[in-house]
């Protein structure tokens, strides 16, 4: 089975920080994604990325940035920390090599709060 | 702009019952999915729908694309406590990544 592991469930963090969120797929899949996910808002696409450092926005890029250094391995990087990034960051990954929108693979997500 | 639309927002209803979960567009889509989203966990996919008109069955789940493609449907059929999650459609156009809805909540009680 597909595994997309986030490095952690649950952070807390202060306004101003520089936040790493770390996600891995050990699916060999060219597409990886990151969304955020707010009661009343769904899903919304913040980067995505379809090859190793290439990178592209997506809906509400503002405030973060990725890198995408290993084909397995996509990082969020939220450059200052603020309170309305408090959110449930979801990692995903699709093998797309044609398409990107095919079959997504989810990780089990990280809570984030910035007190 | 919201591209798909769910409803309803929210569903309680008891084990054993029927309902059917909306996903409604004014665009056409290439393909729909529909993926479910337990507690503390990322959404897993359900379905795949891709023609027109398309029915696929899930055990007691039905899931339906609309013949226009723009719209979708998902019945349960003697709704189960393990049904209780968010339901979320997906739509797939070109080459560009899903639009999701926002969801329904589903909460089956014993």
């Known amino acids: 089975d597909v595994k997309v592991t986030q490095s952690s469930r649950y952070l807390v963090k202060r306004t101003g920080e520089k936040v790493f969120l770390e996600c891995v797929q050990d699916m060999d899949h060219e597409n990886m994604f990151w969304y955020r996910q707010d009661p009343g808002l769904g899903l919304r696409l913040i980067y995505f990325s379809y090859d190793v450092k290439m990178k592209e926005k997506g809906d509400i890029p503002e405030g973060y940035s990725v890198s995408r250094e290993k084909k397995e391995r996509f990082s969020l990087i939220l450059e200052s920390a603020s309170t309305n990034q408090t959110s449930m960051y979801l990692c995903a990954s699709s093998p797309g090599t044609y398409h990107i929108n095919e079959k997504l693979f989810f990780g089990s997500g990280t809570q984030l709060s910035v007190l | 702009t919201q591209l798909l639309e769910q409803s309803p927002q929210f569903l309680s209803i008891q084990e054993g019952e029927n309902l059917t979960v909306y996903c409604n567009s004014s665009?056409?889509?290439?393909?729909l999915q529909w993926y479910r989203q337990e507690p503390g966990e990322g959404p897993v996919l359900l379905v795949t729908?891709?023609?027109?008109?398309e029915v696929k069955k899930l055990k007691r789940l039905t899931f339906q694309f609309g013949d226009a493609r723009k719209d979708s449907s998902l019945h349960i059929t003697a709704a189960q406590t393990g049904d209780t999650g968010l339901y979320l459609c997906a739509g797939a156009k070109g080459n560009t990544p899903l639009v999701f809805g926002k969801g329904t909540r589903l909460s089956v009680i014993a």
């Open positions: 665009s056409v889509f290439s393909s």
């Open positions: 729908v891709v023609t027109g008109g």
